[in-house]
C-alpha cells in the first residue's frame, strides 16, 4: 500500500536556526510530491510541488525540497527558520496518473524567539 | 476570490444520528475531493467527483458514508447512523481539473464530533 513516513513529528526550533524536515515515501512507481502546510487556525496550504526535472525545488517563503528517487525522499528545508514559520507541515504525493493526495502524518514545528 | 468554503464549521451530534456536511469548491472548478483528518493524522483520501459523477470512492470506509454533487459544483458528505469513531475533521479540496499536477485548495474544513 502507497504510504508517506515523516519522521519527526515535534520539531522545536530557535529563530535563525536551520530546517530540515524528513519524508520518505512508499510507492515503486512515478509519483508527484508535495509538501502542504497549516498555519495555527489555516487551512492547509501548499508550500512547494515536484513533478520532474530539476530535483531540487524552491517554494514560497523561501522553502524548498529535493527529491532523491534512489531514496524515495522529498526533504523539506530552509536555511533559516522563523518565529511566523511555526506552523503544521504535511508531506504528500500523487501516483503518476492519479488524482488522490497520500499524506504523511505531519511534522507540528515551532520556532522560539 | 472566494477559497473553497464548508459547511458547518463545526457539528456535534450523538452516535446513531445522520449528518450532512457541505462543500462549496471555488467557482469553475470541476474537480473535488473529500478527505477526513483524525487526531494526529494527515488527511485521508474518501472520494473524488469529477464533474457530478464520483470518479473515485475507493477512500469511502463503509456504506454508511456516502457523497453527492448534483450539479458539479456543491457536494455533499452524508453520513448514515454516526459512530464515535466518526469524530474528525472533513476537509474538502478542489481543483480546476483532475490529474496528477493540478494543485488542490482546500477548504477549512467541518470538525465533527460524535458523542
Known amino acids: 500500500a502507497q504510504s508517506v513516513s515523516q519522521h519527526n513529528h515535534h520539531v522545536i526550533l530557535s529563530e535563525a536556526a536551520s530546517l530540515e524536515l524528513g519524508c520518505n515515501y512508499s510507492?515503486?512507481?512515478?509519483?508527484?510530491l508535495f509538501w502542504y502546510v497549516q498555519y495555527p487556525g489555516q487551512h492547509l496550504q501548499l508550500l512547494l510541488k515536484?513533478?520532474?526535472?530539476?530535483?531540487l525545488v524552491k517554494g514560497i517563503k523561501g522553502f524548498e525540497a529535493e527529491f532523491i528517487k534512489s531514496k524515495f525522499s522529498f526533504n523539506l528545508r530552509k536555511p533559516s527558520v522563523q518565529w511566523s514559520d511555526t506552523a503544521e507541515y504535511f508531506c504528500?504525493?500523487?501516483?503518476?496518473?492519479?488524482?488522490?493526495?497520500?499524506f504523511g502524518t505531519g511534522t507540528q514545528l515551532k520556532v522560539e524567539l | 476570490g472566494a477559497g473553497v468554503s464548508q459547511t458547518p464549521s463545526n457539528k456535534v451530534t450523538e452516535k446513531g444520528k445522520y449528518v450532512e456536511l457541505r462543500c462549496d469548491p471555488i467557482?469553475?472548478?470541476?474537480?473535488l475531493y473529500w478527505y477526513r483528518q483524525s487526531l494526529g493524522q494527515g488527511p485521508e483520501f474518501l472520494i473524488y467527483f469529477q464533474g457530478t459523477g464520483a470518479a473515485d470512492d475507493s477512500g469511502l470506509p463503509n456504506d454508511r458514508f456516502f457523497a453527492v454533487r448534483p450539479e458539479g459544483s456543491v457536494s455533499t458528505l452524508k453520513i448514515q447512523r454516526t459512530e464515535r469513531g466518526d469524530s474528525a475533521v472533513y476537509l474538502c479540496?478542489?481543483?480546476?481539473?483532475?490529474?496528477?499536477?493540478?494543485?488542490?485548495?482546500f477548504g477549512p474544513g467541518t470538525r465533527l464530533t460524535v458523542l
Open positions: 515536484y513533478f520532474s526535472g530539476d530535483p
Open positions: 510507492y515503486g512507481g512515478t509519483v508527484n
Open positions: 479540496a478542489s481543483s480546476s481539473t483532475g490529474g496528477e499536477r493540478n494543485e488542490q485548495f
Open positions: 467557482s469553475g472548478h470541476t474537480a
Open positions: 504528500a504525493f500523487k501516483t503518476g496518473g492519479g488524482n488522490k493526495l497520500t
